[in-house]
């Protein structure tokens, strides 16, 4: 027996709505009146990297496409010409593009309008919608809604990458309120955008004031009150000695037990390893010197540019059965009372030891950290006291940073709440 339904709805193809509302295809979006308002990116035999141009017509790649906005890096251009040849792929200010790939697929921004047209690379589609049916940003913020994306994923194909096709894309339903009511969701949606835009300019802010405040506490150029002794001058390999990670890469390999470690990834990402930051493997008996104790310094070992390489974090967590993987390497000091494991999480990831160790990476294609090149390198270092004071300035510093960032996800979370509700229709807008 069917549930009677609410006053004032309907029964759709994707679910029940508003009486007003009604159900189009991605297709109907488009204004009939401009030329190539769907569209995709050229093929790729047609825009290859010989044809970019230090100035010229922007090429929008697929990086660019953000899951609501425009991500400006990443410039690469061609020639007039080139764009002209290519005209059905030009895309202008104020029209939607989507990434036709993953991740996550269908994902839509606006383009912005610091230039008077640009060329879609290859994995884009344009949107140019009628405006006199449909709203810029509603039907931007529809495209990116879960119910959109869902159907956009299930249409896709691909195993380790989904791609959706132009033809699957423009059949995919679409729920469209009344013009004005589509107007007034866009502005009570934007309100959102706003408070997020306004908190990641915040967050900027504050990182860049603790990447300042740990170049001048950590290269001694700013002092705290009561701290004015010389720094001491240590070669690390007097004061510590190094371990390598796993060379054996299966569970089949490493044959008894189960342990966590720590990967690659997980020291590039995090300058700090903590209970929530590590992976699970089966481990040999004959893998056991490589455990990971407390204070250990990690680093990565093998980057495809030197600047990544000797990426480093500090376990600052007591973990049992904790191991590092292949492409790593640990260095242990022989007294934590030479280096706190609190101040070394944020010397080791400070420019001038970042830049000391990156000049070690050797290699043309792959670049690799030698372990005893690392322990010839020199560092000045202050007391103990004065190490603990600066790490819990800048562990403050990111305390702070963190806080903001949950506000940011806090906000990001009543929008997505927000989206649920007023584009499906369950709550009605006043215009």
Not at 166 to 179: Q, R, S
Not at 349 to 369: C, E, H, P, V, W
Not at 370 to 398: F, G, H, R, Y
Not at 414 to 419: A, E, F, I, T, Y
Request: aromatic share 10%; proline share 3%; glycine share 6%.
């Amino acid at each position: 027996m069917m549930s009677k339904l609410r006053e004032g709805y309907k029964q759709s193809k994707v679910g029940v709505i508003p009486e007003e509302w009604e159900v189009v295809e991605f297709n109907d979006l488009r204004d009939i009146n401009v030329s190539h308002s769907i569209t995709g990116g050229p093929f790729g035999s047609n825009l290859k990297s010989e044809h970019y141009t230090d100035t010229g017509v922007r090429i929008i790649q697929l990086q660019n496409i953000g899951d609501g906005s425009f991500i400006n890096k990443d410039f690469i251009y061609t020639d007039e010409e080139k764009a002209r040849e290519l005209k059905s792929c030009l895309i202008y200010p104020n029209d939607i593009i989507l990434a036709k790939m993953a991740e996550p697929v269908s994902r839509a921004c606006i383009i912005p309008s610091f230039e008077d047209k640009f060329l879609m690379g290859s994995d884009g589609i344009r949107l140019h919608i009628d405006k006199e049916k449909y709203d810029n940003k509603f039907i931007l913020e529809s495209i990116n809604y879960r119910q959109f994306r869902n159907i956009a994923i299930a249409r896709s194909t691909g195993s380790t990458r989904q791609r959706i096709g132009l033809t699957d894309l423009k059949k995919i339903p679409i729920i469209i309120p009344p013009l004005k009511e589509q107007q007034k969701i866009a502005q009570i949606l934007s309100t959102w955008d706003s408070a997020i835009s306004k908190q990641e300019v915040l967050i900027k802010a504050k990182e860049q004031l603790k990447k300042g405040l740990m170049q001048k506490l950590l290269s001694g150029e700013v002092r705290f009150e009561g701290f004015d002794g010389e720094w001491e001058e240590v070669r690390l390999g007097d004061v510590g000695y190094t371990y390598g990670g796993l060379t054996k890469k299966t569970a089949e390999d490493f044959g008894c037990g189960d342990a966590n470690y720590i990967t690659y990834k997980n020291i590039f990402d995090n300058d700090k390893i903590d209970v929530s930051i590590f992976d699970n493997v089966e481990i040999g008996n004959n893998e056991k010197q490589n455990k990971v104790i407390y204070g250990d310094v990690l680093f990565t070992t093998s980057s495809e540019t030197p600047e990544e390489v000797g990426m480093s974090s500090v376990l600052l967590d007591e973990i049992d059965e904790l191991y590092l993987n292949s492409f790593c390497f640990g260095y242990r000091l022989n007294d934590l009372n030479i280096i706190n494991p609190q101040f070394a999480r944020f010397y080791f990831r400070s420019f001038y030891m970042r830049d000391k160790i990156s000049r070690l990476a050797q290699g043309s294609t792959r670049f690799n950290l030698s372990k005893l090149q690392v322990m010839k390198i020199k560092i000045s270092i202050p007391l103990l006291k004065e190490q603990k004071k600066i790490a819990q300035v800048l562990s403050t510093a990111d305390k702070e940073i963190e806080l903001l960032k949950n506000e940011l996800e806090t906000l990001k979370e009543q929008k997505r709440g927000l989206m649920q509700r007023l584009l499906s229709g369950d709550v009605r807008v006043v215009v």
